[in-house]
């Protein structure tokens, strides 16, 4: 009982020595100069990773990444969340608010507020600057390492993946591994802002269990994010105290999360990351085990509806995901889903008015609106397809397929000019900064443009001699 005493006191000392101290940024690599590394990252993400970034995922680790931010206070960056098409257990934080989870580490988790745990660390990374202040250390380390992202983004490729990942993914080769003050900050930030969401921390806990039992298992060849985030014994402590200490005064709110929200996502995730037989064999031993609860076995079922989806046996599919509808009528992703399903299997009748459904009901959902897009662009109904094209460009500006969908488009309908500035921005979301330029050079002499529109060109020009820089 005395040891346990020391503990905790042990714990709440270094809890309060870290929150008082100054939260001002590090001077030698300021803001500014993040923002721009950052804005040069956003345009090469792309051409350096495989990214799965359709409006259902992305909207769904946005939605949470926000919610973080609302706890976390007034930020330097604006956030960009991306997920990785990658076995590997890793996640990282690069300059300027760019946040990446490899599908790996989504497979590991099991709760949405493991998920937000996750996600709160690396914001907590980014909100105390450790990159930035990493690279103040190692100035030599800090001008390679950003003089590679930069290369990724110049030369593109094939080099490119290696190029940025070896910059930023695998950093600590530079001595871009984080400190243990660095691991705590984060861990504390983290855990009070799961508190002021109501979230469950036990999230927290049962991450870094996950982390420590693959340090174990894997002491020979480490993943990445235990290089690069050490210490999980010692961590996991620091949060099983902490939440001794808090066990009387904080109880989460079990509405708070949204597990079907979070299975859904991580299905949708590794069934097109896994390999089907993979994939098939857990949702098979979640369907049959014991363990599992309803809904584990309900999302599983739904899961196995997503893998027959990919292998064209629409008939499967149809029936499970039928089944899940049933159950769960008040989840309208699921309606898009069906849709989805229904367009693919070239049943335009009946995935139609699907999507159209959800989208009247919730004029912000981008899965759907976008999906209704593709949907009238198939069947020539191409100006309608634009107005549903253009409410996914505003809300979701970094998705580049909606570029190259209104490019698609305008070529079709003989508007060279419009074609060639949506052409250019995927391309410049792409990473393809030759070709994006020569897009924009097209659309700024286009004189069947409007003046807005060739000024908007442009400027996109000027951009693009920045980030050759």
């Known amino acids: 009982m005395v040891n346990k005493a020391k503990k905790i006191c042990c714990v709440l000392t270094t809890v309060f020595f870290l929150l008082v101290q100054s939260v001002m940024p590090v001077n030698s690599f300021n803001i500014g100069e993040e923002r721009e590394v950052g804005e040069k990252l956003l345009y090469s993400v792309r051409s350096a990773f495989d990214l799965m970034d359709d409006p259902d995922v992305t909207e769904y680790i946005t939605r949470i990444g926000e919610r973080v931010l609302t706890v976390a206070g007034i930020q330097y960056f604006d956030y960009h969340f991306f997920v990785i098409d990658s076995k590997e257990f890793n996640a990282f934080a690069a300059p300027s608010g760019l946040i990446f989870f490899y599908s790996g580490l989504i497979e590991s988790m099991n709760s949405e507020d493991e998920l937000v745990s996750v996600i709160a660390h690396e914001i907590g990374h980014i909100v105390k600057r450790h990159l930035a202040s990493r690279l103040e250390k190692s100035k030599y380390s800090s001008m390679t390492t950003l003089g590679l992202a930069v290369a990724a983004i110049a ?267 949506y052409l250019g921005k995927f391309n410049l979301y792409e990473g393809k900064l030759d070709l994006a330029e020569d897009n924009f050079r097209i659309a700024a002499r286009d004189d069947l443009l409007t003046e807005k529109e060739r000024e908007e060109a442009e400027t996109l020009l000027e951009k693009i001699k920045k980030l050759k820089k």
């Not at 976008?370 to 460009?393: C, D, H, M, P, T």
């Not at 998705?399 to 508007?415: D, E, M, P, V």
């Open 155 to 421: 030369f593109g490729g094939a080099a490119a993946p290696a190029l940025l990942t070896g910059a930023l993914a695998t950093g600590q080769s530079m001595n871009l591994h984080f400190s243990r003050e660095n691991e705590a900050e984060a861990d504390l930030l983290a855990y009070s802002w799961m508190k002021k969401m109501h979230r469950d921390t036990k999230g927290q806990v049962e991450m870094l269990k996950s982390m420590r039992r693959i340090a174990r298992y894997r002491s020979d060849v480490l993943p990445q994010y235990l290089l690069t985030h050490p210490n999980p014994e010692v961590r996991l402590e620091t949060i099983e105290s902490l939440i001794d200490v808090d066990k009387n005064s904080y109880t989460p709110d079990s509405e708070s999360s949204d597990d079907f929200d979070f299975l859904r996502f991580k299905y949708r995730v590794l069934s097109q990351a896994s390999s089907s037989q993979s994939f098939r064999e857990r949702m098979v031993s979640i369907l049959s085990g014991e363990k599992y609860s309803p809904l584990q076995k309900d999302m599983a079922s739904y899961g196995m509806a997503q893998l027959a989806r990919t292998e064209n046996n629409f008939s499967q599919a149809r029936k499970l995901l039928d089944e899940i509808i049933e159950k769960y009528p008040d989840k309208e992703n699921l309606l898009v889903d069906k849709g989805v399903l229904e367009f693919e299997a070239g049943q335009f009748d009946i995935a139609e008015p699907l999507f159209r459904q959800v989208v009247r009901s919730s004029s912000n959902n981008m899965y759907a609106t976008y999906n209704l897009g593709l949907l009238l662009q198939r069947s020539g109904r191409l100006e309608e397809a634009v107005g549903f094209f253009k409410i996914v460009e505003r809300e979701m500006p970094q998705y580049s397929n909606i570029y190259f969908a209104l490019g698609q488009i305008y070529t079709n309908l003989n508007k060279a000019g419009l074609a060639n500035m």
